[in-house]
């Protein structure tokens, strides 16, 4: 099974700061790498696809890099609505398998 | 496009129940679909998948032997039976939508989840 890594597991920081989260594969998983924001109580929600593409509503200040093993997920300028947990997911193979969760909170 | 579960509840360990996550807005037969559960206070953990068809299905090892997954595109809905229930398998499961018809890594690994149900609690305690 490929293991999923995220750090950190939380972090705090103020609107307007530039977050960066990482996950790291424990084997090369190409690209096939997305990630989710989960608002408490609520389902996950897909936000960037295959490593870098932009899920279509989610706004631009979401941008998602890397290949092989290490990939991250930056959010340029942290918005209110942006407190919440992120989780990355890889689809290179079965099972399924997502990281712990990053917990984004207000400073 | 929605996607609605419903039939958790509180069941007793070795007990069994029945998932049910009804879709719309979408040509449900033309998607493969995944439960995903997530613990209380723990990460997202995926559970199974099945085809559109319903000709293709896997599971965690977690689960194997012990849920089953299926489908009925004549009523647009997603089903996971869950057997020989334990303490371990309390979670909240969401279903959720895959990219395409099939479910095969190997030769479409660009899939993923989107978009998920709003969830349905599964406690399984005495």
């Known amino acids: 099974d490929i293991q999923m890594t995220q750090s950190p597991s939380s972090l705090s920081a103020s609107v307007g700061d530039r977050v960066t989260i990482t996950c790291r594969a424990s084997?090369?998983?190409?690209?096939?790498l997305n990630w989710y924001q989960q608002r408490p109580g609520k389902a996950p929600k897909l936000l960037i696809y295959?490593?870098?593409n932009l899920q279509s509503g989610v706004p631009s200040r979401f941008s998602g890099s890397g290949s092989g093993t290490e990939f991250t997920l930056t959010i340029s300028s942290l918005q209110p609505e942006d407190f919440a947990t992120y989780h990355c997911?890889?689809?290179?193979?079965?099972?399924?398998?997502f990281g712990g969760g990053t917990k984004v909170e207000i400073k | 496009v929605q996607l609605v579960e419903s039939g958790g509840g509180l069941v007793q360990p070795g007990g069994s129940l029945r998932l049910s996550c009804a879709a719309s807005?979408?040509?449900?037969?033309?998607?493969?679909m995944s439960w995903v559960r997530q613990g209380p206070g723990k990460g997202l953990e995926w559970v199974s998948v099945?085809?559109?068809?319903?000709?293709?299905?896997y599971y965690a090892d977690s689960v194997k032997g012990r849920f089953t997954i299926s489908r009925d595109n004549s009523k647009n809905t997603l089903y996971l039976q869950m057997n020989s229930l334990r303490a371990e398998d309390t979670a909240v499961y969401y279903c959720?939508?895959?990219?395409?018809?099939?479910?095969?890594?190997?030769?479409?690994?660009?899939?993923?989840?989107?978009?998920w149900g709003q969830g349905t609690l599964v406690t399984v305690s005495s």
């Open positions: 959720a939508k895959g990219r395409r018809e099939e479910y095969h890594p190997l030769l479409y690994p660009d899939d993923w989840f989107d978009p």
């Open positions: 099945i085809s559109g068809s319903g000709g293709s299905t």
């Open positions: 084997q090369s998983i190409s690209s096939y």
């Open positions: 997911q890889q689809s290179y193979s079965t099972p399924l398998t």
């Open positions: 807005g979408f040509t449900f037969s033309s998607y493969a």
């Open positions: 295959v490593a870098s």
